[in-house]
Each structure stands twice: as structure tokens, then as C-alpha cells.
DNA sequence: CATGAATGAGTCTTCATTCAT
DNA sequence: AATGAATGAAGACTCATTCAT
């Protein structure tokens, strides 16, 4: 009964990534106990470590599962856009929604991960492929736009890119800090405007 | 002679501070220990626990004397600018140059601050001042625009601020940690052409 | 058909045995994980557990089925040499042959069970025994060479037997641990010729 | 005062070497704690931390202060006997001696490095060290013996030296295990009347 | 005031052993 | 009988902070 026990792994190591998760963004990663991840996943410290042979493996997964797959998690929720300019939109729409109503905990993991980058190379490491992978995105989005010439041809498609991605990188860190006076949806506003202005053919 | 006292009290303050950035900047704040502060600022862990409570008091002071200032550095930097889309323009400048020329070791403090935030509820806050700080000065930069009609009468000024300190901070990280095909110049081109054709009065 | 179960037992048995053996060899009593011993033996944990009540058990097991049998060893190759200067020989060889030719594992099992004796008082005990059973047959070899008078009378045979064991042993353990430069014919030779010199009846 | 100081570190430093050798010696290696070590030697174990790295350095530097120097106090308390006879008959006494009334703590220890030996590289390179020392030093008193023709010139020096040097540990460490019934005299008297009978130059 | 030795609570991790399936 | 997941006690080591000198 190989299925059982497999659907077992799997649900004991979800258990553990969502218990992490909780610690996590609760205390940090580096006041979070391993014994406290083990207590609210229900298992020992022991049986944990059957399923992640480290304490920064458990960030490395969480980091992979639930902030690594950005860019593909883009590319569904846009691909069956109109054009363009929907996509760019939705683009917006996903990161300030994501944030919200759906995966609020995304942003705050972000948060985390963030705090270890300085001091873990392979957490730097896993920002830095989602940026990448986020930009090339965005990137072929503008780009396409620009080709069917929906977009102003002097747009700088890679720069734009990666200037969404920090904007929105910062504005997840700032709100995930419970920053007050961060209000999500005039700033979508706000950034679709500008994004609209700036790419937008000039009229001649 | 209580002067002499006082201004060598200052100096060993700010030999601790900066031997600590030095030190946080390399490791980390969570992995660099009060040892290697006091051996790389020449004095012994007693001495240093003369100048501060605690090693996290050490970071707070880092942060308002090195991220605090951020908000009366950019006011003095553009009180003398020409009007509002100068002052606007050396903003951006100011966030830019700052990173890269003269105070490189900032952006990387201010990673290490984010890297506390979640765990260090007073260097959230700290955060949370500095960011206040900034908006309400890009908020006053950009409604004096308005008010002058310099700038279109429908922006948001405020959303606006948040939203270019989020972006500042945003690149800030990201540039911080290396991310490798991070061109500031550029991204600052275009951070500019975006506000201005958001910003600039409808033509007609 | 409680034989072929019974055969069965005695193959995982014997199994588990050579496996730990192995493990012990490589890494010693105290670095070899119980699971270790139960991979290398194609068993489960739980499985090894019915055959073996702890992990010291094995140990035990081993060293009575490989070490503890030295004595009965000794006395069956050498039963048939042709009087006590053969038998006197023929043990010294074996001590030399058993260790390079024959059963190279035994030497380093007895390294290993040094290792435990000080830490476990059973294991100690089974060295003790070994010991014994060892000296005691020495020691009647010596006495019926004395009562033949084919060895001198003045020779103490039970201080000649211990110190004959410890010879060996010593020589072992160094053998065991890789000493370089040590060659155990030219050692045997001269062992040989020193109890030869010493049992030898003064001429005149 | 640097002089106390440095005086203070050294007592200090004996005083965990002391108190690790007596917990050593009464659980072996593996089972003693290191909160054992710093419990019996007055200090707490951060502070014990600041005088060695490492629960095995301890061990290392006990075997090199307490087993290392043997073989130049072998040299030391042989360097004015009168002759290579009377140099070998002091050596075998200093094994024995030694063993029973100045440092029966050393034969003892012998037992935890070997107990090491196989898990530990260092640990077994000590050994090594220590058994080359003493074989050298051996070596060089029968190499002399046989020049002076004092003793017989067919004998092979280095195979004596390393005879004797495993007959010496052999009895070493079945002696510290309480072996009932090894009595050290009577061997030291049987060693020295095989020695004697091998090395004696051939009366024709 | 300075020193730096000492403290000791707290962390991650391992592994012999058990037991539900 | 077999499996191997789960247990949880225990251990080595770190480091912010204190305090006698």
C-alpha cells in the first residue's frame, strides 16, 4: 500500500510547512524553535527530522512552495488575458490581491525570507531565482507588447520589469510590516496609471 | 574636565557603531556576536556594554543615526531645488547615488533592518518612521507641485509618496543583496520617465 | 516446520552479525547506528530488534562467537602437534596467521571491543573471560613441556601464558590501528626465539 | 599582571585536564559529558569552552601531556644508567612502576585512547606517535647494546622494540581493565629473563 | 572606567528503542 | 513476523550578559 503511505509523507510534511509557516511569521525565523515548529505540526522533534534534515531546510521548502513558483503562478493567471495591456494589469491585480484576500501569509513569508538573505546564501539565493524568473516574465510581457505596438516602442522592457518587481517587493514588505496608512488598492490604481502613461504611445 | 570626557565618550560611541555595521553588514545582525563588535572596534565586550544596553541597542542607534535621517537628508539635499520637478527628479537622484556613491553601506543596513523587522518589534518601528518620515516628504513635495500646477491636479500625492518609497526601499534590497543585473542609472531613468508622464498636466 | 524456521532465525542471525561487523570495523561501536547495521543486513529496524535485544547485544554476540572462542581455536589447531615446543609454536603462528591470512576482521573486532570495555562492563567481562581461556591453555602447555622436561623447570608458566596473551593482544591492536612498520613475521620470529631462549633447559 | 594571569589560565587548564581524566577514566570517552568535565572541575561549560574547542581536544591533550611524553621520560629516566642491560631492565621497570605506583591514572587513560582509536583519526595518529617514540628510543638502546657487544649481535633491534612496546600496552591495558590475577612483578621478572636469555650474547 | 573570564540558559540535532499497522 | 515511522531524552556547543578584579 504504497499510496497510503505516500499520501501520508505528504500530508505529515504540508502539517510541518504550514506549521513552520505559522511560527515563522509569528516569531522570525531565527527566534522560531525547531521543538516549536515539532509542537504545533503535532509530531516529535524527531519525526520532523525524518522529513527535512534541517531547520533552514524547512525555509528553503517553504521558500520553494510557496514564494518560488511566483512566476509560473503569473504566467497561468495571465495567459488567458486579452492582450497586453490585461496582462500587465493583471500582473498588478495578482500581486496586490495575492496579497490581500488570497495568500496573505505569502507576503509576510517574503518577510521572512528576507530576513535571512543576509546571512543564508542559499535563501539569497532562492530571492534572487524568483526575481528572475518574476522579471523575464514581465519582461516578455512588455515586450510583446511593444512588438504588436500596443506599448510605446522606447519602453525599456527589461528595466520596467525589474522596477515592478522591486515596487512590488517593497510595497509586500512594507504591508506584510503592518505598515499603517498602506492602502493596497489606490496604489494598484496609482501604479496602473503610471504604467499606463508610461507605456502608452505617444499621440502625435 | 568633563568636555574631553564627553568627546571621547562620543568617539569610542561612534567606533562601536561603526565597527558594528561593519560587522552586521558582513554576517548579519543575528549571526555576528557582541565579541566580534568589541575586537573590531579595539575595545573589550565590557567596555562596549558601557556604551550600550544591548546588543539589539546597538543596531536601533545604527539605524536612526545611519536609516533615520533619511527624511531631513532629502529635504536638505532638495530645499534648494529649482521647484517641484527638480525636486521631484533629485529625489529619485538622491535614493540612486546614495546607494551606489556615497553611502554604499546603507542599503545594506537597511537589509539587515528588514532582516530584524519580523523578530525586533522596535526596529519595525524603526522602519515604520523612517517610511513615514520619507512619505510625508515626497507627499509635500508633490502636493506643492500640484497646488503650483506643475504637476497634474488629479495625482495622488500621498499614494504616490508611499508608492516611490516603497520602490525606493524596494531596489534598495535587491541591489543590496546583489542581485546581479540590477542597473541603478537606468532604473532611474525610467522610475523618472514614469512620474513624469504620470505627473505632468494633460496636454489639451 | 519449526526447522526451516529455525534455520531461517540463524541465517538473519548470522546476517545481522556480519553486518554489524562490518559496521563496527568501519566506524566503530559507538559512530554505527543501529540503522546502519539493519540496511547492511536487509533488514528493518524493528526486525533486527527481534533478534537482537540492544544494540550492546550484538556487540556482545560478536565478540562470544568471534572472540570468545579463541581458547577452543587454539586447543583444536594445536591438539595434534607432536609435544609442547610444536604446540608453543603453533599458537604463536596462529595468534600471526589468524590475523593477516585468515580472519583479518578479528583483530580489528578485538580493537572494537577494547574500545567498549572501559564503557561497558559486559564487554569488559567478555574480554576477561577470553582472557582467561586463553592463559589457562597456555599456561597447561607450558606445564606439560616442564613436566615432560623438554622446557626448563625454573620457567613460571602462568606468568609466561599472561604475558604471552598480552603479547598478542598487544601486538593486535596496533595491528589492528594500521601502525606502519609493523611486520608481524619478523615479530613472530622473534617471539619464537625468545621464548625458546627462555624455555630452553640450561645446557651444562 | 600578566604573570598571574597567564599562572591562573595554566591551573585552570590542569584543573579541567584533571577533572576530564577522572571522568574519562570512570565512564569512558563516549559517555562522559562534557557538563561531567566542567561540573568536576569547577567551571561552568562556556567557561571550560574558552580552554578547549572541543570535548575531543580535551582528550587529545590529555593523551599528549599524559601519554605523549613517554617516550622522552622513558629517555630521561634511562639517560644515566650505566649500561644497555641496566637501560633495558630500567625501562621495563618504568612501564611497570609507572604503571602501579606514580601514574596508574596512565594505563588507565591508555585504555580510553584506544577505546577512541578506531573512531577517531587523531586520536589513533597519537597512538602511532606515541608507539614510534618509544619504539625509536628502544630500537636505539639495543642497537647500542649490540655494538658495545654487550648484547648478541643476531638480534633484530627495531622487531624487539615494537615486541616490547605491544607487550607493554598489552599488559597496560588488560591491567587497567582489573584483569584478576595480573600480577605485574612476577612479569616484569619473566620479561626481563626472556630479554635477558634472547639478547645475552652465545656462550660457545 | 576597563577588562575579559565566567555564566548557563537555550539550540539544533542524533539515535536507540518502541509499537501501530 | 516484518515494517519503518515516531518518540523524546540527551548531548555538544554558543553567546548575550554580568561582575570581580
Redesign the pocket.
Known amino acids: 500500500?504504497p499510496k497510503?503511505?505516500e499520501t501520508?509523507?505528504m500530508l505529515?510534511r504540508q502539517a510541518i510547512l504550514t506549521a513552520a509557516e505559522e511560527v515563522f511569521l509569528g516569531k522570525g525565523y531565527?527566534?522560531?524553535?525547531?521543538?516549536?515548529i515539532?509542537v504545533r505540526s503535532?509530531?516529535?522533534?524527531?519525526?520532523?527530522?525524518?522529513?527535512?534534515?534541517?531547520?533552514?531546510?524547512?525555509l528553503l521548502t517553504l521558500m520553494q512552495e510557496r514564494l518560488g513558483r511566483t512566476p509560473e503562478l503569473l504566467e497561468r493567471l495571465t495567459s488567458d488575458a486579452g492582450g497586453p495591456w490585461e496582462q500587465i494589469s493583471r500582473c498588478v491585480d495578482i500581486f496586490v490581491l495575492a496579497l490581500r484576500v488570497r495568500h496573505p501569509s505569502t507576503g509576510r513569508l517574503l518577510l521572512v525570507a528576507w530576513g535571512e538573505a543576509l546571512q543564508d546564501r542559499i535563501v539569497r539565493d532562492g530571492l534572487m531565482l524568483r526575481f528572475q524568473g518574476v522579471v523575464d516574465y514581465l519582461r516578455d510581457v512588455v515586450e510583446r507588447g511593444i512588438q504588436s505596438g500596443e506599448f510605446r516602442a522606447e519602453a525599456d522592457a527589461k528595466v520596467l520589469a525589474s522596477l515592478l518587481m522591486c515596487l512590488a517587493d517593497g510595497v509586500t514588505l512594507y504591508w506584510a510590516a503592518n505598515t499603517p496608512e498602506l492602502e493596497l488598492h489606490p496604489i494598484r490604481a496609482t501604479v496602473m496609471a503610471m504604467v499606463r502613461s508610461y507605456l502608452s504611445p505617444q499621440e502625435s
Do not use: C, N, P
Open positions: 500500500m497510503v503511505t501520508h509523507k505529515r531565527q527566534l522560531a524553535t525547531v521543538d516549536d515539532a503535532g509530531l516529535s522533534v524527531g519525526a520532523l527530522y525524518r522529513y527535512f534534515g534541517s531547520k533552514s531546510e524547512i
